[in-house]
């Protein structure tokens, strides 16, 4: 490998390489990609369920030519004999593992992972903290869709607090000049879970016709106790319906990092309606991160 770059946030990658990144990735779309990772070995790395980022970055590794190893960390020594998380960083950069792509319920633990590793580490999404490569794929769709996102208004909606797709995609938007608005009650948003320069707006009707862009986010029941409110007081306030589809300006797009949840922050007719991107958000997931694991090892 000519580097040992890592991806721990997006604030890793300047606006350079990720304009780099894009430009690559949409060669991607057009042409086969190059062997960039023929004869190294990549290890996808989960402590937690994934469908959509897992097999992404397993399509772009073997797209790239690289030999994939998918761990099951139930299967490994350090679910039961007590090895570290360190140390098996560690074992596997001994063992020829040259890329790790690494998703943990724990903010903070790919950067340690990392720390140990010595190699080239991708995080795929710690706790509550970042999810880089999803705040990639979804400023890169936006940009297909919007063009330059200067001025552009984009509304996050739902539970932002335990959303690390929020805390890394609009940090990289507000870095492309786009506003961002999240939305959402109380006890799913404060400003202490949002960048200085994020709109707070409790009125998810009252934007509807005045967003560019808006990106739904599930309840992630999986990272809190107890839900904040009533779950009919969150749909009735900030579900994307029927009502508010017909009220939602005719060209803007609607994104969903996945997995999204019928019947909660969104209803059937979002998933058939024409500006639902959310196939585009996925088939760019590939790309984009085919793009960036050869950036990664190649250099920029
Ligand atoms: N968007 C996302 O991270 O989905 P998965 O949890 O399925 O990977």
């Known amino acids: 490998m000519t580097t040992t770059r890592s991806l ?3 604030d890793d990658l300047t606006n350079e390489e990720i304009d780099a990144l ?7 779309a057009q042409r086969p990609t190059p062997h960039s ?5 990549c290890a996808n790395l989960f402590f937690e369920q994934s469908t959509r980022t897992h097999v992404s970055f397993q399509c772009a590794q073997l797209r790239l030519g690289g030999n994939v190893v998918n761990l099951t960390p139930a299967q490994l020594s350090l679910a039961t004999k ?3 998380l360190d140390d098996t960083a560690v074992t596997l950069r001994a063992l020829g593992i040259e890329v790790l792509v690494v998703r943990h319920p724990l903010a903070g633990a790919v950067a340690e ?3 140990a590793f010595e190699g080239c580490t991708v995080n795929a999404g710690d706790g509550t903290n970042a999810h880089p490569t999803q705040a990639l794929l979804d400023a890169f769709t936006l940009r297909d869709l919007l063009g330059d996102l200067r001025g552009r208004r984009v509304a996050f909606v739902g539970d932002i607090r335990h959303s690390r797709v929020a805390h890394s995609s609009m940090r990289l938007l507000r870095r492309y000049g786009a506003t961002v608005l999240g939305v959402g009650p109380e006890g799913f948003l404060t400003g202490a879970d949002v960048p200085p320069e994020v709109e707070i707006v409790r009125d998810f009707d009252g934007v509807l016709r005045d967003i560019d862009a808006l990106v739904m986010l599930r309840v992630q029941r999986e990272r809190f106790e107890k839900m904040p409110m009533d779950d009919g007081a969150y749909i ?8 508010r ?3 939602l300006g005719a060209r803007t797009p609607i994104l969903h990092p996945g997995p999204y949840n019928r019947g909660v922050e969104i209803v059937d007719a979002v998933t058939l309606d024409t500006r639902w991107r959310y196939r585009e958000q996925v088939r760019n997931g590939v790309l984009v991160r085919a793009s960036l694991l050869h950036h990664l090892v190649r250099g920029w």
């Open 8 to 10: 721990l946030d997006i």
């Open 22 to 28: 894009f430009a690559l990735a949409r060669e991607f």
């Open 37 to 41: 990772l023929d004869g190294r070995f």
């Open 82 to 84: 007590g090895e570290r």
């Open 113 to 115: 992972l990392a720390a």
């Open 236 to 243: 009735a306030g900030y579900q994307l319906n029927d009502d």
């Open 245 to 247: 589809l017909a009220r």
